[in-house]
């Protein structure tokens, strides 16, 4: 069944900014003004790969290995994130606006971004969270962080494999 609206569904990263900064709750707390649901959540250790992929679109940046080395958590001395999928109607503006612009300096005060975050001496933004840009975008990053049996509902067609993996177990 087609989705009623393209803009359901969003990947939220709290990057490790937020993490150090001790703003989970804060920033949960402020993404439930949305009153969207949370249908998947988990704690990631970002590998470059990850971050390459996830930052594609900025590759050919002069701060592109910032980005990365960022996300990675290489800053910050904190090699995790939280990753999230918010669904729900509009959840991708819904998000975007609580979030606040790009540049903490220009974002809404009063925004996510605008009350934590920082421009470093590096010049790179450290904004605490990444919520996705357009529904292709969502769809491309939260099929990238996430598995199908890692969120709560069916988000984007799947189909069941079987595979024979080689695991270790308790003797
Ligand atoms: N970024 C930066 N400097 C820039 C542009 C982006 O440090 O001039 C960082 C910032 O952390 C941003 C991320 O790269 O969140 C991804 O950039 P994008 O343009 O996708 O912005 P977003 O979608 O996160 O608002
Ligand atoms: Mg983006």
């Known amino acids: 069944m087609p989705n009623k609206s393209a ?3 969003t990947l939220i990263v709290i990057k490790p900014d937020g993490l ?5 709750g804060n920033i949960l707390t402020r993404l439930s003004e949305t009153k969207l649901e949370i249908v998947a959540a988990k704690m ?3 590998s ?3 971050a390459a992929e996830h930052y594609r ?8 290995e910032d980005v990365l080395r960022y996300l990675m958590g290489e800053f910050h001395d904190r090699y995790k994130v939280m990753a999230l999928i918010y669904w729900g109607e509009n959840a991708i503006t819904k998000c975007r606006s ?3 612009a790009t540049n903490p300096e220009e974002a809404d005060s009063v925004s996510i971004r605008g009350s934590y975050g920082r421009i470093t001496t590096r010049g790179v933004y450290e904004n605490v969270v990444h919520v996705s840009a357009n529904p292709e975008d969502a769809q491309r990053e939260i099929k990238l962080w996430f598995n199908p049996d890692e969120v709560i509902v069916d988000l984007y067609p799947s189909k069941k494999v079987v595979e024979t993996v080689e695991k270790r177990e308790w003797v």
Not at 57 to 64: A, E, G, R, S, V
């Open 57 to 64: 679109h900025l590759q050919d940046k002069p701060f592109f």
């Open 7 to 9: 803009d359901q569904a």
């Open 44 to 46: 990631v250790r970002v």
């Open 20 to 24: 150090k900064k001790s703003l989970t």
């Open 98 to 100: 609580l979030a606040g």
């Open 48 to 50: 470059r790969e990850l």
